[in-house]
């Protein structure tokens, strides 16, 4: 039996149970296969992989059916610019569920936004953006979102340096930052290291150097 024919056989058995009541409450998901019920499309599926075959011959079934990349316009600005910034993909950034509608969310005539944090999606937005409605080519779209992108992280660390020498001016402690802990601790470590390195040095040269005083006397 089909695998269509066995799905029409699921329905029809399960209708007749709700019906006489012996299944209480009706499936998840029997409405959505009511309503987009499986079609008989082995043959069509035949018919293209006899085209595909003819068209390449040398390519096997399964490369043939392989799924295709799905590839837009705007992978191609986020891989260039990820692969010349691979910091910002280091950078904390809120982990929530997103719709992918920021071009419509903002105003890109301006690469700063109000409700957007500056990150690599900004700089493909305005890319797109000076694209589109400046008529420009990619490339030269994406020099100038990218200078843009430059001189807003130079804005942001002088606004947060400028802050923080503000606030210890106030008298504010700030805790150290993960770079600096990251030395301490790494400092600490190879000190270690040297520590147990002289000791075992030594304990070896007092060993030869005890065999040494034993062959001499012999």
């Not at 058995?13 to 309503?35: C, I, M, N």
């Not at 200078?147 to 008298?171: D, H, P």
């Amino acid at each position: 039996m089909k695998p269509q024919s066995d799905v029409f056989e699921i329905i029809k058995r399960t209708s007749r149970l709700l019906q006489t009541g012996v299944v209480t409450g009706e499936p998840a998901w029997f409405k959505a296969v009511l309503a987009h019920p499986p079609t008989t499309a082995d043959a069509v599926q035949r018919v293209d992989i006899v085209k595909l075959r003819q068209k390449h011959p040398r390519l096997s079934v399964k490369k043939l059916m392989r799924p295709m990349n799905i590839v837009y316009h705007e992978d191609r600005i986020r891989s260039l610019f990820y692969s010349q910034h691979p910091w910002e993909l280091t950078r904390p950034r809120i982990v929530v569920e997103q719709d992918a509608l920021d071009f419509q969310r903002h105003d890109w005539s301006k690469l700063e936004q109000e409700n957007k944090a500056l990150d690599g999606e900004s700089v493909v937005q305005r890319t797109l953006w000076l694209e589109k409605n400046k008529g420009l080519r990619l490339d030269a779209a994406y020099d100038i979102a990218r200078k843009e992108f430059y001189s807003l992280r130079v804005k942001e660390t002088i606004e947060r340096q400028t802050a923080e020498e503000e606030a210890r001016m106030f008298g504010a402690v700030f805790s150290k930052s993960y770079n600096e802990r990251g030395i301490e601790n790494e400092a600490r470590a190879l000190e270690e290291w040297k520590t147990r390195a002289q000791s075992v040095t030594k304990r070896m040269q007092s060993r030869f150097g005890m065999a040494g005083d034993e062959e001499g006397e012999d």
